[in-house]
């Protein structure tokens, strides 16, 4: 379950704390994570005098592109998560309250007081898509000649590039030795 009813919790105060397990789905992470991707982890739902803190940890596996090659592979993920939820309406009276600290509807306890971590789950994730692994230590990367996965064919082009600067002298060393 990625989403939890804190009307109670609430009820009972600030610094009132709940633990719950984190099982669940994401969708629509990226063009590589369509979905379903499990989620697994805990959080602590801890009361604050503006709403509530979620504090725990998550796990998922993501396909990414390898940054070297470009071969999609799939990598275990564990993010950190500390998060605030700001309610809308109050648990008590049921009067709907100000917008508060430039609430973002990812990080607002609806009118049910269900605060749903799956918003925020997706932004860690594609958060973990920016900076993937590489496939495998010794991975080769693409050819910058002709492009081909140099892990998967040996090409032959030539890979040294020479400053703009200095070409003039290089000219030097590809024409033949002249005997004087």
């Known amino acids: 379950m990625l989403a939890f009813n804190v009307a109670q919790l609430q009820k009972e105060g600030v610094g009132a704390t709940r633990r719950h397990e984190l099982a669940g789905e994401l969708v629509a992470v990226d063009e590589h994570n369509p979905g379903p991707v499990s989620v697994q982890g805990h959080v602590q739902l801890i009361v604050t005098p503006d709403g509530v803190l979620a504090i725990g940890e998550a796990e998922f596996s993501l396909v990414t592109a390898c940054p070297r090659c470009l071969t999609l592979t799939e990598s275990r993920a564990n993010v950190e998560i500390e998060e605030e939820f700001y309610p809308v309406i109050d648990v008590v009276s049921g009067r709907a309250l100000p917008p508060t600290h430039d609430d973002e509807p ?74 004087e």
Do not use: F, M, W
């Open 106 to 179: 990812e990080l607002l306890i609806d009118e049910q007081h269900i605060l749903d971590l799956s918003e925020v789950l997706k932004q860690y994730a594609v958060a973990q898509t920016l900076k993937p692994p590489v496939c495998t230590p010794d991975c080769a990367g693409l050819c910058p000649v002709c492009g081909e996965n140099r892990n998967v064919v040996s090409c032959s082009c030539e890979t040294r590039e020479i400053d703009p600067r200095l070409a003039a002298l290089a000219q030097l060393l590809d024409e033949p030795e002249s005997e």
